[in-house]
């Protein structure tokens, strides 16, 4: 059974920037794609970011687009998603997300992935 490890949340001011590890624990593994998704309270889980784990294709919701930057490091079997200029509304836990299965058109929704982390809280106060 594939983890999937957070890292990286914190408290940071209006403005300030965060980058978030996703790293998963079986070194062998890769799958089609690896997201990131956030959930506030009350709110559905909403959609960050996403990468094909072997093309490195990215999708981006309207939100994180030129703030968000996502990458990967094969080597090291980790995602990564640098947020820059960071608000008070991108407060929120931050989950990553695999999909071990094989080609799907849309990766930005979360029932394309099966693997889960247990989530990294963002919180964006002065």
């Known amino acids: 059974q594939v983890q999937l490890l957070e890292s990286g949340g914190g408290l940071v001011q209006p403005g300030g920037s965060l980058r978030l590890s996703c790293a998963a624990s079986?070194?062998?593994?890769?799958?089609?794609?690896r997201g990131w998704f956030r959930q506030t309270p009350g709110k559905e889980r909403e959609f960050v970011a996403a990468?094909?784990?072997?093309?490195?294709?990215?999708n981006y919701a309207a939100f994180a687009k030129g703030r968000f930057t996502l990458s990967r490091d094969i080597a090291k079997n980790t995602m990564y998603l640098q947020m820059n200029s960071l608000k008070p509304e991108d407060t929120a836990i931050y989950y990553c997300?695999?999909?071990?299965?094989?080609?799907?058109?849309?990766?930005?929704?979360?029932?394309?992935?099966?693997?889960w982390g247990q989530g990294t809280q963002v919180t964006v106060s002065s």
């Open positions: 079986e070194s062998a593994f890769s799958g089609y794609a």
């Open positions: 997300a695999a999909r071990s299965l094989g080609y799907i058109y849309d990766i930005s929704v979360s029932g394309a992935y099966d693997y």
């Open positions: 990468i094909t784990w072997r093309y490195e294709t990215t």
